[in-house]
């Protein structure tokens, strides 16, 4: 099929680059001239394991390429994805759709014979009803079905995900375009993956459930934890315990900083703004967001009594700046309140992630960037771990305890043993345990 995959940034450039991987001729789109310009010469603008070599691959093949326009490629395409940002809309947490619109008007002037326009956006409910209205008011003549086709690929394992995904969900109107649709995924079918075909709107709604599922049980087990804090239990041998349970299951249940991320922030708000707007509220959901908001400044409490009710003019030390580990993507993560909370408390920081530092710089431009992460820890009053990056999980701590001015590991991703640290002359405060 030749597909047009319109914004390539997380999502777009991994799902264009494992669609030409499948066989398929794409054409990745993007308005960012620097993006496109440094793809072209061969230069991945994001941290994602794994996808340099899948869109070097590709492009060396030739079923992979670049644009900044996108009207001779979407005059040719079988398919064209809708893969730009929706992010929250400033001051009032709706989905601000302006840049899927802004797509839909350029796309329906460039189409050609029947197309169909898959949004793999994250769009509330009925967005697919407007972009079909926008693409008909934009060309009358224009032969073209609209599909939503969310994504659930997740930053750091999204080659993984997109190429085995626990299911692929595709909300179309007609069978023509369902046909379309079942010929792009046609190479999954091979590994078993479940298509699950429904209506447009049910598409775009299971998106918001999904994730807004997600963030409720990372913020149950994040409540879970300061009640375990109290009554002297461990929160990883309940989230353990209750897991085991296949009816719970044993993921999304590690207490930590509160959730953060591209995503899990902006869909729970914008999901709530939908819910309240149909006279429908989702009160379970209204309540996670509010917990998770307080949750990471509280977090910064947590470092502020670990280090005796005051870091003012103490050196604290943070691995780990990217919302999760083996991203360098910094939307809204926790370490981004944590550190503010501690500036504001008098502390000085100095930082160190293997990936996210280039992205952390513009958005904390008063703390230091450690070149590693022991460089970060010399002189410091605290460790505090904030993103389990897979290199924070085994640290010396001999030679930590050399370069710290005191022994205080503040784990907020719970990765390590307490009585080993403590063994090793330090103060260990955990989440939950
Ligand atoms: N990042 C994730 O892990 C993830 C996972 C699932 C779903 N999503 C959803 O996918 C969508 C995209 O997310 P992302 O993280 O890839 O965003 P992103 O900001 O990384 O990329 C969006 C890209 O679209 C480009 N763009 C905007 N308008 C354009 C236009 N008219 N023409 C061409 N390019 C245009 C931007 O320049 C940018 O490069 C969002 O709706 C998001 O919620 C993201």
Not at 315 to 321: F, Q, V, Y
């Amino acid at each position: 099929m030749r597909i047009v995959m319109v914004g390539s940034g997380y999502v777009g450039l991994v799902s264009g680059a494992c669609l030409a991987d499948f066989g398929h001729d794409v054409i990745c789109v993007d308005k960012d001239h620097a993006k496109i310009e440094a793809l072209t010469r061969g230069k991945i603008p994001i941290y994602e394991p794994g996808l340099d070599a899948i869109v070097a691959g590709n492009v060396e093949s030739g079923r992979l390429a670049f644009a900044t326009d996108l009207t001779a490629a979407v005059a040719e395409a079988d398919v064209v994805f809708i893969a730009v940002g929706t992010p929250s809309r400033r001051g009032d947490g709706y989905a601000d759709l302006s840049y899927v619109y802004a797509a839909a008007k350029e796309i329906a002037a460039a189409v050609s014979d029947y197309v169909v326009i898959a949004n793999k956006s994250t769009v509330p409910v009925g967005t697919g009803d407007e972009v079909e209205r926008i693409i008909r008011e934009t060309n009358p003549d224009a032969d073209f079905s609209v599909v939503s086709n969310p994504e659930f690929l997740r930053e750091g394992a999204a080659i993984e995900d997109f190429k085995r995904p626990d299911r692929i969900v595709i909300g179309c109107e007609d069978e023509r375009a369902r046909e379309y649709m079942a010929e792009v995924y046609r190479p999954l079918f091979l590994n078993a993956a479940p298509i699950f075909y429904t209506r447009r709107r049910t598409s775009e709604l299971i998106k918001y459930a999904g994730n807004a599922f997600l963030a409720t049980k990372i913020t149950f087990i994040n409540e879970m934890a300061d009640l375990c804090e109290r009554v002297g239990a461990n929160v990883q041998e309940v989230a353990r315990g209750i897991g085991l349970d296949n009816r719970i299951g044993g993921k999304f249940l590690h207490a930590g900083p509160g959730y953060g991320g591209s995503c899990f922030p902006k869909d729970t708000l914008a999901l709530i703004k939908t819910a309240q707007d149909m006279e429908s509220p989702l009160r379970l959901v209204e309540t996670v967001v509010a917990v998770n908001d307080q949750r990471k400044r509280a977090m910064a409490r947590k470092v502020i009594a670990a280090c005796g009710g005051s870091v003012r003019a103490k050196r604290i030390a943070i691995l780990g700046l990217a919302f999760k580990p083996n991203t360098d993507d910094m939307r809204e993560a926790p370490s981004l309140s944590i550190v503010t909370a501690l500036l504001d408390a008098g502390a000085e920081i100095a930082a160190y992630d293997p990936e996210a530092m280039d992205s952390a710089k513009p958005l904390m431009p008063e703390i230091t960037y450690a070149p590693d992460a022991y460089s970060c820890l010399e002189g410091a009053d605290a460790l505090v771990i904030v993103t389990e990056w897979d290199a924070f999980r085994a640290l010396d701590f001999d030679r930590a305890s050399e370069l710290l001015r005191e022994r205080l590991l503040i784990d907020l991703r719970n990765l390590y043993d307490r009585d080993d640290i403590e063994r090793l002359g330090f103060r260990y405060v955990a989440v939950g345990r």
